[in-house]
T-cell receptor
């Protein structure tokens, strides 16, 4: 069972570069979200989507874009990477917004130099 | 501002001992979740608590929710080394309408022989 798949697992960028973190789920989940995890900060919500074509901002959306053209995919785009975006990024999904129980991907560790 | 506070943030226990992790939150919610994270790994769902007075148990872990006190507890009974991990509580602040979870900073548990 694939579940939630994130790629890449590791990435190093230079300041100002752009990139996309990919997230795909094969569970037909309506709800998908992106979190970042920083030491001592827990997880903070970046963007979320309650269904294809619908996205919204979370706690820390600045510097990130998302889109949800299909139910399965929810990519996270870094427009112009900054060292403050060095973090571990987790994609998560759940059956519906009402479900709340999230299934997490393995994480993507991003370093911005 | 919504706050989800866990304490303690660090916990070193001896095998066989009991202890409780506390999760306080600052806004009304009747949905609370507990997750476990092993070092360098993703998050795994432990418990879903959906109403006042809810109690769930799995092995040596028991979680409860008091929505009036805005408090959840994760009780560890007769700790074993395999329970060493970081435990996060997360609150659904929109009552399931949006599925967004706000996470505490986590409690890093270390169980020593």
């Amino acid at each position: 069972n694939a579940g939630v798949t994130q790629t890449p697992k590791f990435q190093v960028l230079k300041t100002g570069q752009s990139m996309t973190l990919q997230c795909a789920q094969d569970m037909n989940h309506e709800y998908m979200s992106w979190y970042r995890q920083d030491p001592g900060m827990g997880l903070r919500l970046i963007h979320y989507s309650v269904g294809a074509g619908i996205t919204d901002q979370g706690e820390v959306p600045n510097g990130y874009n998302v889109s949800r053209s299909t139910t399965e995919d929810f990519p996270l785009r870094l427009l112009s990477a900054a060292p403050s975006q060095t973090s571990v990024y987790f994609c998560a999904s759940s059956y519906s917004a009402r479900s709340g129980q999230l299934f997490f991907g393995e994480g993507s560790r991003l370093t911005v130099l | 501002e919504l706050k989800v506070e866990q304490n303690p943030l660090f916990l070193s226990m001896q095998e066989g001992k009991n202890y409780t992790i506390y999760c306080n939150y600052s806004t009304t919610s009747d949905r609370l979740y507990w997750y476990r994270q092993d070092p360098g790994k993703s998050l795994e769902s432990l418990f879903v608590l959906l109403s006042n007075g809810a109690v769930k148990q799995e092995g040596r872990l028991m979680a409860s929710l008091d929505t009036k006190a805005r408090l959840s507890t994760l009780h560890i009974t007769a700790a074993v080394h395999d329970l060493s991990a970081t435990y996060f509580c997360a609150v659904d602040i929109y009552g399931g309408s949006q599925g967004n979870l706000i996470f505490g900073k986590g409690t890093k548990l270390s169980v020593k022989p």
